[in-house]
């Protein structure tokens, strides 16, 4: 047989045994795993990932604004400070 047609012949053996393999994996339902043993990431996850990423987003936004908040009252508490200890210290 010639090397090529023997390498052309294996490679249809192959594609028929993976088609024999995926059709038994489809009698156990979706897949849940990858062959090489990762998850298999679907839609509904996607869309679950990215919700938790713009409810993040949100939380980073809120803490970026009570960092804002709390300088401002850190600033008017000194202030409120410096005028007591003026009026205790010039009176």
Do not use: H, W
């Amino acid at each position: 047989m010639d090397p090529a047609e023997e390498r052309r012949e294996m490679k249809r053996q192959k594609e028929y045994y993976n088609m024999v393999g995926y059709v038994c994996d489809s009698e156990y339902g979706i897949p849940t795993r990858c062959p090489c043993g990762s998850t298999i990431i679907d839609e509904e996850e996607i869309e679950r990932l990215t919700k938790r990423v713009e409810e993040a987003e949100q939380v980073i936004k809120l803490v970026v604004n009570l960092n804002k908040q709390i300088e401002t009252l850190e600033v008017q508490i000194l202030t409120v400070k410096v005028a007591d200890l003026e009026k205790v210290c010039f009176e």
